[in-house]
């Protein structure tokens, strides 16, 4: 026995066909912001999804984006503007101090001295320096630095000894009024000789 459609039936039918029409267009049509990281399944987003030239350097972890090759060294800068000029040091405690020439000639260089000067060094003989200090004041101490050779290492083995007594001899010959003697010898021969040296006194 053959079942014909009811109008009941037909509407019940196309009911059912509506609703699920109607639940698949509400999904196909989400409210907008409802989809967020959430949602998205990982490896989801591929290349292909991504539009060409929209990202940026931020989205990108550091070290992700390759370094560019190095550029061109830059032109060098003007030149800076002249310091200031730093302020003269104090003068030295020595009491007095000199370099001493002996070319032939014993001669103290004004600009290498403090209190000493070419009349007050008499050499008697070789290797052989007198100082008067009555100008300088009572001296107590004196040391003495013979000049090295630099252009000659070999002749660089020359030593000076120093001593102070207040008008004295020194036993060297020097003048009655001495008051230091300085004496430079050769290390390899124990000679005097003529020779450079610094000397200071205090």
Not at 46 to 53: Q, T, Y
Not at 92 to 104: M, N, P, Q
């Amino acid at each position: 026995m053959r079942k014909h459609l009811t109008p009941s039936t037909f509407i019940a039918i196309a009911a059912l066909f509506i609703a699920l029409g109607g639940t698949s267009y509400a999904v196909s049509k989400l409210p907008s912001n409802s989809v967020g990281s959430k949602q998205i399944k990982k490896n989801a987003v591929n290349s292909k999804k991504v539009k060409d030239k929209s990202l940026l350097a931020k989205d990108f972890k550091p070290g992700q984006l390759p370094s560019g090759a190095k550029g061109a060294t830059g032109a060098t800068g003007p030149a800076g503007a002249t310091g200031v000029t730093g302020a003269v040091g104090a003068a030295g405690s020595a009491l007095a101090f000199a370099y001493v020439e002996d070319t032939g000639t014993v001669n103290v260089p004004e600009e290498k001295a403090k209190g000493i000067t070419s009349a007050m060094v008499a050499r008697p003989a070789t290797g052989i320096y007198c100082f008067e200090l009555s100008a300088v004041g009572p001296v107590k101490n004196v040391s003495a630095i013979a000049e090295p050779n630099y252009g000659n290492l070999a002749e660089s083995d020359k030593f000076a000894s120093a001593q102070v007594i207040e008008d004295d001899d020194f036993g060297f010959g020097c003048p009655n009024d001495s008051d230091a003697v300085v004496v430079t010898r050769d290390i390899s021969t124990g000679n005097a000789l003529n020779w450079f040296f610094y000397v200071t006194f205090n």
